[in-house]
């Protein structure tokens, strides 16, 4: 179970980066050209949303079955099991929700401009986030 898991999270994570980052850089590419917000650019950031919300189910029965997750809460002093027990998470959680916003607030707004705004400022914090805290040397 744990073994399973754990590879789904790691694999999970490429798909999850990519779709990420292409709704990111075209959310830019549509602000900064003045594009029309159209149905590919709405699918896009879905295909982010429901990436990062599949990542964040996956991790989250991760950390209670991974001996690297809840069980290592306690040991603080270790930079590796912190990350993986509490800034990875914790940071990880605070990013998808920041991207959670910003796919709703885009529901409300009527210009395209402020539709691609809105995807540059959330969805790009959200990966900021979810890069400054990748346990990099596990994963590579
Ligand atoms: C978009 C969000 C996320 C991304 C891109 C991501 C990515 C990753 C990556 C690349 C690893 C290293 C995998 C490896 O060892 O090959 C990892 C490990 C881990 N992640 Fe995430 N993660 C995300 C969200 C979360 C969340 C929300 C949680 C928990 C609530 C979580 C819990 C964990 C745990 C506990 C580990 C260590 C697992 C182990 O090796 O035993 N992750 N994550």
Redesign the pocket.
């Known amino acids: 179970m744990?073994e399973f898991i754990?590879k789904f999270?790691?694999g999970w994570?490429y798909l999850?980066?990519l779709v990420?980052v292409i709704a990111v850089v075209n959310s830019f590419i549509g602000m900064s050209s003045k594009k029309e917000f159209t149905s590919k650019d709405r699918k896009i950031a879905l295909f982010a949303l429901i990436g990062?919300h599949t990542?964040?189910l996956?991790?989250?029965i991760?950390?209670f079955v991974?001996?690297?997750?809840l069980a290592s809460l306690g040991q603080m002093s270790d930079k590796a099991l912190r990350l993986?027990?509490l800034e990875?998470?914790l940071i990880?959680?605070i990013?998808?929700t920041l991207i959670t916003i910003g796919w709703s607030k885009h529901k409300k707004l009527t210009t395209s401009e402020s539709k691609f705004k809105t995807f540059s400022i959330f969805y790009g914090l959200g990966l900021l986030l979810?890069l400054s805290r990748?346990?990099w040397s596990?994963?590579f």
């Open positions: 744990y754990q999270h790691s994570a999850t980066l990420l990062t990542q964040l996956i991790g989250l991760l950390y991974s001996p690297l997750g993986t027990s990875h998470p990880n959680i990013a998808i979810i990748i346990p596990m994963w």
